[in-house]
């Protein structure tokens, strides 16, 4: 079966860096996305990575290896606005997304 | 505001209801979705319209039924509905369903069942 792995809950610092990890096994793979969303709103799209490597966004950075089927998002310089969840996504080889449960991401002042 | 628009936010019905839920993108995308995402779960994929053409039905049971009458709305028809199904119902659209398209979502609709 298709699954995408990813922690239910992490609490960070304001100001500091978290790191959250997504792992997947699917038929295939097409793409990976990663998605906010605050508490009662729409989902909102962060990244995309299809190479191995490295996409930097401002604050935020997202990795992946294709070969670990691993991927991380990594926040920087955290603000309060940035509680929320993040949902990892893995397109698979009939381009369907996939979907993590999603990492409740808790900012404490 | 996204572009996707979902009406009703909130809904309410018994088990013997019928009611629909509504969807309209404002992106000029050609590609509609609807999702069902209950708590501490993955978004589940429910069905998939291409260019109006219903292109994905995941065993989705036969008291959701979806109608896309263009490429800027999508309906989700519900009756007889059970309590487990209460969730958040969640619209998407992309310009196409091939690799980089990312999805626009909706607000969605919080569906309670009593």
């Known amino acids: 079966g298709q699954n995408i792995d990813q922690p239910t809950e992490m609490t960070a610092t304001e100001g500091a860096i978290v790191q959250i990890n997504c792992t997947y096994q699917?038929?295939?793979?097409?793409?990976l996305f990663w998605y906010q969303q605050h508490a009662g709103e729409a989902p909102t799209f962060l990244s995309y990575?299809?190479l191995d490597g490295l996409e930097e966004k401002g604050r935020f950075s997202s990795f992946l290896s294709r070969s670990k089927g691993y991927s991380y998002l990594l926040l920087k310089e955290l603000q309060m606005k940035d509680s929320a969840s993040y949902l990892c996504?893995?397109?698979?080889?009939?381009?369907?997304?996939?979907w993590g449960a999603g990492t409740k991401l808790i900012i404490k002042p | 505001e996204t572009g996707v628009t979902q009406t009703p936010r909130h809904l309410v019905m018994g088990m013997t209801n019928k009611k629909s839920l509504k969807c309209e993108q404002h992106?000029?995308?050609?590609?509609m979705y609807w999702y069902k995402q209950s708590a501490k779960k993955p978004l589940e994929l429910m069905f998939v319209?291409?260019?109006?053409?219903?292109?994905e039905n995941n065993s989705v049971p036969s008291r959701f039924s979806p109608e896309c009458p263009n490429s800027s709305h999508l309906f989700l028809h519900l009756h007889t509905l059970q309590p487990e199904d209460s969730a958040l119902y969640l619209c998407?659209?992309?310009?196409?369903?091939?690799?980089?398209?990312?999805?626009?979502f909706g607000p969605g609709t919080r569906l309670t069942v009593l």
């Open positions: 998407a659209s992309s310009q196409g369903e091939g690799e980089s398209s990312e999805q626009f």
């Open positions: 992106l000029g995308h050609n590609a």
């Open positions: 319209y291409n260019f109006k053409e219903q292109t």
């Open positions: 699917t038929s295939g793979f097409n793409g």
């Open positions: 990575n299809v």
């Open positions: 996504a893995v397109r698979d080889s009939n381009y369907q997304l996939i």
